[in-house]
């Protein structure tokens, strides 16, 4: 059992990410979490549960609250078929300069998820073959409006199931190539939206890729592929695209870690005619230990939001540096500095900078 909690104090010099009169606030957090795993010799159980709460002095309408509960168990089979079951509830708000919340919302909407998935995998040899089933609900609650009433949100509920095949062949026992396929199917609570929109879909991916461990130096997963999407209202155009998909650890010394990653998605909008948005994210970070206690951090990611059914495009460009000193084996004290600059081709853009100061206790 490894419980911590980590509390301090934030600013920010627009609260509101606007476009003009950029507003700043300044505020306390608290952010407890807890992780369990087991130590059997056979099978494996994880279990994790954190949150944020962010208390603002002057604004308290952008008071933040996240919250991610989530459990994961391997069961071993027989000695080539391993079970995975995992499942989890997250809880966070949505943005406010994302494209689905009101310039007059009154407050930042709430959005929840929740999860489940099971795969299971099998050894033939050198061939290793998984089958996978998950199922995710998505919940977005009303916006209330700051001139009166409110933005209702239950149309963009909707529940995901999804099947997915991966095959791979161990070419040694540090290389893998592998390709993957699925096939999934979205469900809205209701038909049709506030738009008077069908927005049912079913979509599928395929993917190549290799899994790799080259020495102990470079290991991760690459893969690229293709998604496509289909929607059950004829006014809403498919969504295409080439996807990227991976996570690469370079570990040039004992004392400094660089990793790649990179990430494709298909999300949902209710907006317009709007059929949704195929976003891609890039990002590297390095972590590098100047001391034994002192541990210095920076990260930089990149993420492109094209969306389908009109020539919208949105950007963003996240920066973070931070630095970790070690008080002992209990206590450490953080620092943190983050740039967020957003921009879109409707001519909406704003930028934000973020300063953290705090102290972490754990066990």
């Known amino acids: 059992m490894f419980p911590s909690v980590e509390t301090g104090v934030e600013a920010t010099d627009n609260i509101f990410a606007a476009t003009q009169g950029p507003r700043d606030d300044f505020g306390y957090f608290v952010a ?31 008071d933040e609250l996240d919250f991610d509960i989530s459990a994961e168990t391997t069961i071993d089979v027989r000695r080539d078929t391993t079970l995975e079951l995992e499942g989890g509830y997250s809880l966070d708000q949505e943005g406010r300069g994302d494209i689905d919340v009101p310039g007059a919302a009154a407050e930042r909407p709430n959005e929840h998820s929740i999860e489940g998935a099971a795969t299971l995998t099998q050894t033939f040899n050198r061939l290793e073959v998984s089958v996978e089933g998950a199922v995710e609900h998505n919940i977005f609650e009303d916006v209330d409006l700051t001139g009166g009433g409110q933005q209702n949100n239950s149309d963009r509920n909707f529940t995901e199931y999804e099947g997915t095949l991966r095959v791979g062949y161990d ?53 690229v592929g293709y998604v496509r999407r289909d929607f059950e209202d004829g006014a809403l155009s498919s969504i295409d695209g080439v996807t990227f998909e991976g ?19 298909v999300e949902e909008t209710g907006t317009g005619t709007l059929s949704g948005s195929i976003e891609r994210q890039f990002g590297v970070s390095i972590n ?18 094209d969306f389908t059914g009109g020539s919208l495009t949105e950007e963003t460009l996240f920066l973070a540096l931070g630095l970790t000193y070690q008080l002992n084996r ?27 100061a705090g102290w972490l206790i754990q066990r």
């Open 32 to 62: 407890p979490s807890m992780r369990i795993e087991s130590d059997w010799v056979r099978h494996s159980f994880r279990f994790d549960a954190s949150s944020r709460h962010v208390y603002y002095f002057d604004n308290p309408s952008e």
């Open 171 to 223: 070419i040694s026992p540090k290389l893998q190539p592998f390709v993957r396929a699925g096939y999934s199917v979205r469900r809205h609570e209701e038909e049709i939206d506030d738009n008077g929109l069908r927005r049912d879909s079913d979509g599928i991916s395929v993917e190549a890729g290799v899994e790799l461990e080259i020495t102990s130096i470079l290991t991760g997963e690459l893969a």
């Open 247 to 265: 996570s690469l650890l370079w570990q040039p010394s004992e004392i400094t870690d660089v990793e790649f990653s990179a990430s494709t998605d």
């Open 288 to 305: 590098h230990e100047l001391r034994q206690n002192l541990m210095v951090g920076a990260s930089a990611d990149y993420t492109i939001e």
């Open 330 to 356: 209990a206590v450490a004290l953080r620092l943190s500095y983050s740039y967020e600059d957003f921009q879109s081709n409707a001519g909406r853009e704003y930028t934000e900078n973020r300063f953290l």
